[in-house]
């Protein structure tokens, strides 16, 4: 019997050593077939990397003797399948000859003060995949890189990417041509984005990270959202994917809406149903509207949060269907209707922005304030509200808008001593890649010894945004004045637009734009002496603190 027990003990401990041993042995094959895969993606980076560094930087291929793109396509599916270190140096030294040889080759000097935040080549000088044989030759290119055109990039008041292969009819790619868009994309913004330098994330990681998601996405719906994701990557409000709008459906839901971190007021309803401005928006098909704002949020591209909460207050009511269960909140009483949806075309985006306007440009406060809209055609009335302007102790600029009127900057020859500039500008240098110029903008008012001597008072909130945002700053060179609101959207510049294939591109800041001391805007938004921020309660309740706020500063001076 003892005998008997000491077997099965032993049977026992052998049994679960076996068992231990398989768990072992499945969970290191997992590990070095991940480990194997996550290499094979730092191989493909490499080979992106490399290709988009000749890409801009050899004479040959920059001035547009070689048709890169192809060379692309030719060796992709050869590093796709190289095993080790060794077969991808080899291909990149092929891929390296494909350029010819450099006639005449040039040593590049550059300029002084230049912007250099942006430039990065650790990955060449450090990379532990890359021999030093094609780290040398990669490095003779560089210090003799091209110094003519660029075919596919040039400044032209932004910056311009018409040289570049369109692909239009192209809708569903194949993988290599999936890997070459995402190349090309990632090596533009690597070399000519003058915000590169604070991205939520470090730029060569986002390039890891999306070579798996191309290659393995399977339809063009998922594509197209892992193309929004990479317009997310560069934390620019301005990135945005063009070309295909019905991602999210054809249809929008009856009302307009205005987002304040997870509540969601309705600012406006389209076609009645029962619903009202200053409703609570609880839920959408019963999805509470939290977990539908964090759904969204994967693809929604934003400089800060109220560019983030803008941006939301569109997205958020897309939809495939053309009707709809809504779970609306008034007061204590909450109820869920049913609503007819309306097409994304019939949209109405004087909702949707909110920008402040009247038809004349501007309104009286009592005798002494002048409020003056910058969204209005200045060239029709300019001299009318100057004339208004020169007669009151204070004039309030609601910036709280859009303004394109190049007319606009005819009024600050009332208001400067002297031209003054608005801002600088970092743009891009297109045969240096990954070095930007500063700019000083042009001046703006002439000579005036006996400059508007009144107070001065600018509103801005986050319906500021690129232009608007513009605008606040080309205010603010008036000496003196106060600006009052609340943060803006932080993403000023020229939009750029990239050629994503299938008619698509994403857009980004064609240049950066900063103070005259060379202060950000991007991400930060626009200064604010005094800060107001709205609550639910005065959205609700159509109130507008900013100019509330605005009048009390004023009071404070005697004005009324």
Not at 6 to 35: D, P, Q
Not at 56 to 68: F, I, L, R, S
Not at 369 to 395: C, E, F, H, P, S
């Amino acid at each position: 019997m003892r005998r008997f027990k000491a077997f099965l003990r032993k049977k026992f401990i052998n049994m679960r050593t076996l068992r231990i041993l398989v768990i072992f042995i499945a969970a290191f094959a997992g590990y070095i077939s991940r480990l194997s895969a996550q290499t094979q993606t730092e191989r493909m980076a490499l080979y992106c990397k490399v290709w988009g560094f000749i890409k801009y930087h050899h004479p040959n291929v920059a001035g547009g003797t070689v048709d890169w793109d192809s060379v692309f396509i030719a060796h992709i599916r050869r590093v796709q399948s190289t095993k080790d270190n060794t077969q991808l140096n080899n291909e990149l030294a092929e891929l390296i000859m494909a350029t010819g040889p450099m006639a005449d080759p040039q040593t590049a000097r550059l300029p002084r003060d230049i912007f250099t935040k942006n430039h990065d080549l650790h990955w060449l000088q450090n990379s532990s995949l890359l021999n030093k044989e094609n780290r040398g030759k990669l490095l003779f290119i560089y210090t003799h890189r091209n110094r003519g055109n660029n075919r596919f990039v040039k400044f032209n008041n932004y910056t311009d990417y018409s040289g570049e292969k369109t692909y239009d009819g192209m809708t569903w790619p194949t993988a290599e041509y999936r890997l070459l868009f995402l190349a090309r994309f990632w090596n533009t913004i690597n070399y000519y984005d003058p915000y590169k330098f604070i991205t939520a994330e470090n730029w060569n990681s986002v390039l890891t990270r999306f070579i798996p998601k191309v290659q393995g996405v399977k339809d063009t719906t998922a594509y197209h959202k892992i193309l929004l994701q990479l317009a997310v990557a560069l934390h620019d409000g301005h990135a945005q994917l063009y070309g295909r709008d019905d991602i999210w459906g054809k249809y929008w839901l009856p009302f307009y809406i205005t987002v304040l971190h997870d509540t969601v007021v309705i600012t406006h309803a389209d076609n009645g149903g029962g619903i009202k401005q200053g409703d609570l928006l609880v839920a959408i098909n019963n999805e509470p509207i939290a977990k539908r704002i964090a759904r969204f949020k994967r693809y929604t591209t934003s400089s800060n949060l109220p560019s983030l909460n803008r941006h939301l207050e569109q997205m958020l009511l897309l939809t495939p269907d053309t009707a709809q269960q809504v779970t609306i909140k008034r007061g204590a009483k909450t109820f869920t209707i049913r609503v007819s949806n309306m097409p994304v075309t019939q949209r109405k985006w004087q909702y949707i922005n909110k920008y402040t306007f009247n038809d004349k440009g501007y309104e009286m406060i009592g005798k002494s304030i002048i409020k003056v809209y910058t969204d209005q055609y200045w060239g029709k009335n300019a001299d009318t509200i100057k004339a208004l302007m020169r007669t009151k102790k204070a004039i309030i600029f609601d910036a709280r808008s859009y303004m394109d009127d190049d007319a606009f900057y005819s009024i600050f020859d009332m208001f400067l001593h002297s031209p003054t500039p608005i801002n600088y500008s970092t743009v891009i240098m297109p045969h240096d890649p990954g070095y930007f110029k500063w700019v000083l903008s042009p001046k703006i008012g002439g000579v005036n010894p006996r400059p508007y001597s009144g107070t001065v008072i600018i509103l801005a909130d986050e319906r500021c945004q690129s232009q608007g945002e513009y605008t606040v700053m080309t205010l603010q060179t008036i000496p003196h004045s106060v600006t009052i609101g609340s943060q803006t959207c932080g993403l000023d510049g020229v939009d750029s637009y990239f050629p994503m294939g299938g008619g698509m591109s994403i857009s980004h800041s064609g240049y950066g734009i900063y103070y005259p001391d060379k202060t950000p805007t991007q991400q930060r938004g626009v200064r604010i002496d005094i800060q107001v921020k709205k609550s639910v309660k005065n959205i609700i309740r159509d109130e507008d603190p900013a100019l509330q706020e605005a009048l009390r500063y004023l009071e404070t001076k005697g004005i009324r």
